[in-house]
């Protein structure tokens, strides 16, 4: 069980970047809860565009790794 657990969400794996989408909602939900509280809204916002932009380049990483490995697949080279 391990070894697949480690086959799909290890690091460079593609179930990786959903273990990292939900320590970024978490950590970014938390930080804005926070820095609410401490009336820096300007700062939670900075916070909430940082992390769309992590969360998004992190699944456009993922997707080109998987589209490469699509198209090596179709042109036969393993």
Do not use: C, Y
Not at 2 to 7: C, K, P, S, V
Not at 26 to 41: C, P
Not at 57 to 62: C, F, G, W
């Amino acid at each position: 069980m391990a070894e697949a657990a480690r086959e799909v969400f290890g690091p460079g794996k593609p179930g990786f970047v959903i273990i990292i989408l939900v320590m970024l909602g978490v950590g970014s939900w938390l930080g804005e809860l926070i820095l609410g509280a401490l009336n820096k809204g300007q700062v939670a916002g900075m916070l909430r565009t940082a992390t769309t932009i992590v969360a998004i380049l992190s699944v456009v990483a993922v997707a080109w790794q998987l589209l490469k490995k699509f198209f090596d697949f179709t042109t036969g080279v393993m």
